[in-house]
């Protein structure tokens, strides 16, 4: 199973950008999706995340300006972030919580992460 991530890149505050993260390989269902970020010398956090049946939740901090969306069918998950600030900037990790074919569990798998970087 992998998941790759798209869509990073170098944003002046106020502007957009949209990252997309898909899965694949031998994927029997797939839970929650969801973003985190890194910023230098600070932990991971969450940023947004959706169930498969489309509820999603937010870091209070983005509430209003980011909008987390999934398209089933493709095994992707979307990043729509706008108004973004210098305080957006990190690596952002897309995140699926996914049950492989023939295996019994769900398990959380990690894509590589995206640099955002938003100048002020």
């Known amino acids: 199973v992998q998941l790759q991530a798209s869509g990073g890149g170098l944003v002046q505050a106020g502007g957009s950008l949209r990252l997309a993260c898909a899965a694949s390989?031998?994927?029997?269902?797939?839970?929650?999706m969801g973003w985190y970020r890194q910023a230098p010398g600070k932990q991971r956090e969450l940023v947004a995340a959706v169930s498969n049946g489309g509820r999603t939740n937010y870091a209070d901090s983005v509430k209003g300006r980011f909008t987390i969306s999934r398209d089933n069918a493709k095994n992707t998950v979307y990043l729509q972030m706008n108004s973004l600030r210098p305080e957006d900037t990190g690596v952002y990790y897309c995140n699926a919580d996914l049950k492989r074919v023939l295996v019994d569990d769900y398990s959380q798998y990690w894509g590589q992460g995206t640099q955002v970087t938003v100048s002020s």
């Open positions: 390989g031998s994927i029997f269902s797939i839970a929650a």
